[in-house]
T-cell receptor
């Protein structure tokens, strides 16, 4: 099992659709969870951090489920400009050895079409 | 302008010829990191540094070296590059693990 796992997709949705991605992680002691966005082999950029209580930023909602060890990203009212690869990132080893490691999922490709 | 810079942006080299990819940040970040990105494998961490003179291995450190003599610089060294190190490399920095990572523009390396 991969330490951080995402459904690679691709997800093809029409404009205005709601789409959700999940990301599972292997270590229950993990801290610091993030969603990054990457456009066409450019550098990744932070979309949002994921907090224990869940958080929202406009059309984007991130949630953390520690019991089931996954984080999720919900995008409402999809725009053409949301087309990108979405990467989840987890600090898996917080409190253990190599505690500074950050592990990326392999990314989920989203295409929003007219 | 706050940024992470990497040089070179593109490099084609031959097996065994030592090379260094530089990374510099001007945001006074403690944490710096190197990643490689390959199709189907996503971004994988090579090395990271929590602060000056503190470095540690990521998931794929074999064949790479790093140093952190100054806070702003974190060069990636390939002592004897091999074709399986052909990849897209990203450097990143942040104030810490719980903070946003800022990525450089990437270095596309081809080893023949």
């Amino acid at each position: 099992r991969k330490e951080v796992e995402q459904d690679p997709g691709p997800f093809n949705v029409p404009e205005g659709a709601t789409v959700a991605f999940n990301c599972t992680y292997s270590n229950s002691a993990s801290q610091s969870f993030f969603w990054y966005r990457q456009d066409c082999r450019k550098e990744p950029k932070l979309l949002m951090s994921v907090y224990s209580s869940g958080n929202e930023d406009g059309r984007f909602t991130a949630q953390l489920n520690r019991a089931s060890q996954y984080i999720s990203l919900l995008i409402r009212d999809s725009k053409l400009s949301d087309s990108a690869t979405y990467l989840c990132v987890v600090n898996l080893n917080a409190g253990g050895t190599s505690y500074g490691k950050l592990t990326f999922g392999q990314g989920t490709i989203l295409t929003v079409h007219p | 302008e706050a940024q992470v810079t990497q040089n070179p942006r593109y490099l084609i080299t031959v097996t065994g010829k030592k090379l260094t990819v530089t990374c510099s940040q001007n945001m006074n970040h403690e944490y710096m990191s190197w990643y490689r990105q390959d199709p189907g494998l996503g971004l994988r961490q090579i090395y990271y540094s929590m602060n000056v003179e503190v470095t540690d291995k990521g998931d794929v450190p074999e064949g790479y070296k790093v140093s952190r003599k100054e806070k702003r610089n974190f060069p990636l060294i390939l002592e004897s590059p091999s074709p399986n190190q052909t990849s897209l490399y990203f450097c990143a920095s942040s104030f810490g693990l719980a903070n946003e990572q800022f990525f450089g523009p990437g270095t596309r390396l081809t080893v023949l």
